[in-house]
């Protein structure tokens, strides 16, 4: 079975600076997508990034950056600059491309920005 | 934002009454999911749905069931609803990228239930 561990239940960062997430996923599978998720204080699911495994280059949006490492099987979220808004829940989470096609989700991470 | 609307957002029932979810899109994708968020699991997977009348389980479907009579329209019932149902509960739809399996799930925007 897939699973996807996150193993830092909390995190935090001064404005500004640089962040890492973690994020380790469990699959035999050689075809996925790998995702980052925000959720803030609305609740709101929100799409941060999203990489295909088949891609050697790592995704990019803006502040916002991944470090794929598909033979660990390692999955980290940069986030550059960080500020206020970025406060939020960061879900980690794979999907295979086919069947039912469901994202596997990790913990989560809880991320406070000090100011 | 993916168009999709829940409702309620918010509902307090007591346990072992039913109670239905709705989820609403407004593009006409075909494979929408419920999935339910607890402390400590992130999001699971409950139902889904790969087109009009074609639903399946997901992980953790005991205790619910679903229907799709439209596209535009998934509903989660709780036949009699448990206090570990206590959840929120969120609907998704699978946008197509163009390329077969790569698609991207958004969110609706979440009910909060509570199961006295």
């Known amino acids: 079975a897939q699973t996807v561990t996150q193993s830092q239940p909390e995190m935090s960062v001064q404005e500004a600076e640089t962040v890492t997430l973690s994020c380790t996923y469990d699959?035999?599978?050689?075809?996925?997508?790998l995702f980052w998720y925000k959720q803030p204080p609305s609740r709101q699911m929100i799409l941060v990034i999203r990489?295909?495994?088949?891609?050697?280059q790592n995704a990019t949006e803006n502040r916002f950056s991944v470090n794929f490492q598909k033979a660990a099987k390692s999955f980290s979220l940069k986030i550059s600059d960080s500020q206020l808004g970025d406060a939020a829940m960061y879900f980690c989470?794979?999907?295979?491309?086919?069947?039912?096609?469901?994202?596997?989700f990790g913990q989560g991470t809880r991320l406070t920005i000090n100011p | 934002d993916a168009g999709i609307t829940q409702s309620p957002r918010h509902k307090v029932t007591e346990t072992g009454t039913p109670v239905t979810l709705r989820c609403h899109q407004t593009?006409?994708?075909?494979?929408m999911y419920w999935y339910r968020q607890d402390p400590g699991h992130g999001l699971r997977l409950i139902h889904y749905?790969?087109?009009?009348?074609?639903?399946d389980k997901g992980e953790v479907s005991d205790g619910y069931s679903v229907s799709r009579s439209k596209t535009e329209d998934f509903l989660l019932t709780l036949e009699s609803a448990t206090s570990s149902q206590t959840s929120v509960y969120f609907c998704?739809?699978?946008?197509?990228?163009?390329?077969?399996?790569?698609?991207?799930?958004?969110f609706g925007p979440g009910t909060r239930l509570t199961v006295l």
């Open positions: 749905s790969y087109g009009v009348k074609d639903t």
């Open positions: 998704a739809i699978s946008v197509g990228a163009g390329v077969v399996g790569a698609d991207t799930q958004y």
């Open positions: 593009e006409n994708h075909r494979y």
């Open positions: 989470a794979y999907r295979i491309p086919k069947g039912a096609q469901k994202l596997v």
């Open positions: 699959t035999s599978e050689s075809d996925y997508y």
């Open positions: 990489q295909e495994a088949y891609k050697q």
